[in-house]
């Protein structure tokens, strides 16, 4: 990073929600040298945000971290662009795919949180290790780069209230279901907020998307409530975002 002749560093190395790993060094370096970067590394945001904030403006360098939330769904961009003229009141949605898959199946099946786990598995869905997604880990490290990029806080991930999926029963599923619900893992942010939990959601709410969808829902001052749904995993769903933030530091 501090040897090779180039303006942009692509920072995609493993999260780690502790430390922030061996991406936190390399992006200390490409600022202090005047790169710009972008990454999808999350752990960096949901640890440390403003203070990468401040070392990149000392040295003049841009940052982006779209792929870092959302997928193909370009929930940062939206609201820092295309709402900047708004005051945003809060952020509502489903930011991991991968419960969202289970808690579908479990619906449609009528079936164990164990059995839709171990299939979400076989497909690839679902990590051989999914305590991060089930447990609400990375839905909260996702809804701490909203809190501290768009509400201006400093928090961690261990600042949000957190409930995982492993506790939900298909029996408690069934019963939503027959009041017009299902159960959401549903994420949520606003200045004096910031939690992810099971919610029940309306059937045909536009936050009750099945599947590996993400949508996220924000509310504003002057546009209302604008809701955007998109693929939020996979490997190629994340390099598309990467290439639209490398797109846009072209452009500026």
Do not use: W
Request: net charge negative.
């Amino acid at each position: 990073i501090t040897n090779i002749d180039h303006e942009l560093v692509i920072e995609t190395t493993p999260t780690d929600i502790d430390t922030g790993g061996v991406g936190l060094p390399n992006m200390l370096a490409a600022f202090e040298h005047g790169r710009d970067v972008v990454t999808s590394n999350k752990g960096l945001f949901a640890l440390k945000y403003r203070e990468l904030a401040k070392i990149a403006s000392e040295n003049n360098s841009n940052f982006k971290f779209e792929a870092t939330v959302g997928g193909a769904m370009p929930i940062i961009n939206l609201v820092r662009d295309v709402l900047a003229g708004n005051d945003i009141i809060s952020i509502k949605g489903i930011l991991n795919g991968t419960c969202n898959y289970i808690l579908t199946r479990m619906m449609e099946e009528q079936a164990s949180y164990e059995q839709m786990l171990a299939e979400s598995q076989e497909l690839g869905i679902a990590e051989t290790d999914p305590t991060y997604d089930v447990e609400g880990i990375d839905a909260a490290c996702k809804l701490v780069i909203l809190a501290n990029s768009i509400f201006d806080m400093d928090a961690t991930y261990k600042d949000v209230d957190v409930t995982g999926i492993t506790k939900i029963t298909p029996e408690s599923l069934m019963l939503a279901q027959d009041d017009g619900y299902v159960v959401k893992l549903i994420g949520e942010v606003k200045k004096d907020l910031i939690r992810v939990g099971p919610r029940l959601v309306p059937v045909g709410h536009p936050l009750a998307v099945g599947g590996t969808l993400n949508v996220a829902s924000v509310q504003t001052d002057l546009a209302g409530t604008v809701t955007i749904t998109g693929r939020g995993a996979g490997s190629i769903e994340t390099a598309s975002a990467i290439i639209s933030d490398i797109i846009a530091i072209y452009r500026t």
